[in-house]
Nanobody, 124 residues
Framework: QVQLVESGGGLVQAGGSLRLSCAAS????????MGWFRQAPGKEREFVAA????????YYADSVKGRFTISGDNAKNTVYLQMNSLKPEDTAVYYC?????????????????WGQGTQVTVSA
């Protein structure tokens, strides 16, 4: 069983930065792809970013490209999401997820394990 625990969320002003962390247990992260998703009130969960450990290939939603960076630390079994130039529309609960696949994808159905989520609120 894989357990994912997110941390690092909070309240920040527009233009600010936050770094989210996702610590995994029960499975070595390097075996599969990892992703970050978010869900705002009244909206569906949407893809943010993903990383394929093999070769460290990354994949981003257009809405965050150039502002967010996903990375991982195999030794710590942790994946990160560095979020810069935050906007009010980035406000959401952010979820870490572990994929069933090796490749990084944007489909929620490709991800088998999910964390509990961490709230990110960006004020105008």
């Amino acid at each position: 069983q894989v357990q994912l625990v997110e941390s690092g969320g909070g309240l920040v002003q527009a233009g600010g930065s936050l770094r989210l962390s996702c610590a995994a247990s029960g499975r070595t992260l390097s075996s599969y792809a990892m992703g970050w998703f978010r869900q705002a009130p009244g909206k569906e969960r949407e893809f943010v970013a993903a990383i394929r450990w093999s070769g460290s290939a990354t994949y981003y939603a257009d809405s965050v490209k150039g502002r967010f960076t996903i990375s991982g630390d195999n030794a710590k079994n942790t994946v990160y999401l560095q979020m810069n130039s935050l906007k009010p529309e980035d406000t959401a609960v952010y979820y870490c997820a572990a994929s069933r696949l090796i490749i990084a994808t944007a489909r929620t159905s490709d991800y088998a394990y999910w964390g509990q989520g961490t709230q990110v609120t960006v004020s105008a």
